[in-house]
C-alpha cells in the first residue's frame, strides 16, 4: 500500500456461505453471497459510514474486515498488513487494534457477569494489567471514559438500560486501545432519544483516541452526522462511496436517491416539493442474485443492458456495471452515470 493515510483498504472482498443438502454426503448446492466484490478504503481518524436495507450484506462486511469470518476471496489491508494472510499469534496482535461494537446490547453481553468483569475481561485476556490494583483502576477509568460511574462495576446487564449497556460495549472495545472500530448499527436498538447521545460520546471518542470509525446503519439519516465519507451497499455489492456533502447534495446512483427520499427534511416547504422516489418489491435474495446490475429489477430507470444480456465497456465480463471514480473520491457503480 502506498498512501500512509488509509488505514484500511479492501480490496475485491467476497464472503460467500456455503448452502449444503444431504445428511450423509452434504452436497454443496448454492452460495449465499452475502458480500460480493466489494472495494473501499479507509482513511486514519475518518469515519466512513454504511447504509443499506436489511440483508444486504453489511454485517457480514464487517465481520469479515475484521476476520471474524474468514473471506472468500479477496484482501483486506490493515495499517499495510494482509489480514487474509495473517494467522496465529499475529493475528490475534492485529485483532486487538480492530474492535466491534454490535447491535444488539442485550445480546452482545453476558448475563451472568457483571459490567466489571464485561469490561476488564480483555484485559485480563490480553496481559494489559499487571495486578489487581492496575485492574481495578483501568476498569473504572474505562466506565468513566463512556460515562458511566465506576460503582456501577458490581452491576449486571439487566440492571441497566439499552444506552448503558450500549456505553459498557464501547467500554468492553476501548479496553484494548483499538485503532480501528466497526460499529454494527449501534444505535439502531435504541430510542431515538438516545440515539443522539450515544453518537456524540462515540465522536468524543475518537477526538480523544484517535480512532477510525467503519460505521454501519440501514437508514442514510443516522450516518449523516457522523460521517466524513458514506458507502452505500446493494445485495453484497456497492452502489456508491462519496464524501458525506457530495452524496445528499448530488447523489447518482438511483439506489442513494430512493434511500435518500426516504429521509424526512426538516423544512415543510422543501419537504413538500421533493420528489418521491419509491421502491417496489423486496431486497432479492442473495442465494440467486439477479444478473448484470443487481439493482435492476428494482431501477426506475433501468435500460435493456442493466440486466446483463448485452456487455457495455462500463461493467465486467459478466455485465456487472464496474465501480468508477466519475469525480474525485465520488464512486458510482451504475451505466447512466
Ligand atoms: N452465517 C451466515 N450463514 C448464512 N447466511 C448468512 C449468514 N450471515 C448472514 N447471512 C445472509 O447474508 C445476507 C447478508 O446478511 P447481513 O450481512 O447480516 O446483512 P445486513 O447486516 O446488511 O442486514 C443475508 O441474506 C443473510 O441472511
Ligand atoms: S446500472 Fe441500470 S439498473 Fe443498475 S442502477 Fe444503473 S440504471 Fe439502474
Ligand atoms: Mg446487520
Redesign the pocket.
Known amino acids: 500500500m502506498q498512501d500512509d493515510n488509509i488505514l484500511l483498504d479492501v480490496k475485491n472482498l467476497v464472503k460467500y456461505f456455503p448452502v449444503h443438502r444431504g445428511i450423509i454426503f452434504q452436497k454443496h448446492v448454492a452460495d449465499v453471497k452475502a458480500v460480493d466484490d466489494i472495494s473501499f478504503f479507509i482513511r486514519r481518524g475518518e469515519t466512513l459510514g454504511m447504509v443499506g436495507e ?1 440483508g444486504c450484506g ?2 457480514t462486511a464487517a465481520r469479515t474486515i475484521l476476520q471474524l469470518y474468514r473471506p472468500t476471496s479477496g484482501t483486506v489491508h490493515f495499517d499495510g498488513v494482509d489480514l487474509a494472510q495473517t494467522k496465529g499469534k499475529e493475528l490475534r496482535q492485529m485483532r486487538r487494534k480492530m474492535q466491534m461494537i454490535f ?1 444488539d446490547p442485550y445480546g452482545s453481553l453476558n448475563p451472568r457477569m457483571n459490567c466489571g468483569s464485561i469490561v476488564g475481561e480483555p484485559l485480563i485476556v490480553h496481559k494489559i494489567t499487571r495486578n489487581r490494583g492496575e485492574y481495578s483502576d483501568q476498569v473504572a477509568e474505562l466506565l468513566k471514559t463512556v460515562g458511566l460511574s465506576p460503582y456501577m462495576a458490581s452491576r449486571f446487564p439487566h440492571e441497566f438500560s439499552g444506552g448503558q449497556r450500549q456505553r459498557i460495549g464501547v467500554a468492553r472495545a476501548l479496553a484494548v486501545r483499538p485503532s480501528f472500530i466497526a460499529c ?2 449501534p444505535v439502531s436498538a435504541l430510542d431515538v432519544s438516545i440515539q443522539a447521545q450515544l453518537v456524540n460520546l462515540l465522536e468524543e471518542l475518537q477526538s480523544q483516541f484517535n480512532l477510525t470509525y467503519l460505521f ?1 446503519a ?1 437508514d442514510l439519516s443516522v450516518v449523516r452526522h457522523i460521517s466524513d465519507r458514506i458507502v452505500v451497499m446493494y445485495l453484497g455489492k456497492i452502489a456508491e462511496i462519496a464524501d458525506r456533502n457530495e452524496l445528499y447534495e448530488n447523489p447518482l446512483h438511483p439506489y442513494t436517491k430512493a434511500l435518500l427520499s426516504a429521509v424526512p427534511i426538516p423544512d415543510p416547504v422543501v419537504e413538500a416539493q421533493r420528489e418521491r422516489i419509491v421502491l417496489t418489491g423486496d431486497v432479492p435474495s442473495p442465494l440467486r442474485p439477479p444478473p448484470g446490475c443487481v439493482f435492476h429489477p428494482r431501477c426506475p430507470i433501468a435500460i435493456d443492458n442493466c440486466s446483463g444480456t448485452h456487455l457495455d465497456g462500463l461493467t465486467n465480463d459478466r455485465g456487472v456495471p464496474e465501480l468508477r471514480e466519475v469525480s474525485p473520491d465520488h464512486w458510482v457503480s451504475c451505466l447512466r452515470v
Request: no cysteine; glycine share 0%.
Open positions: 436489511s453489511k454485517t447491535q454494527d448499527e454501519v440501514h
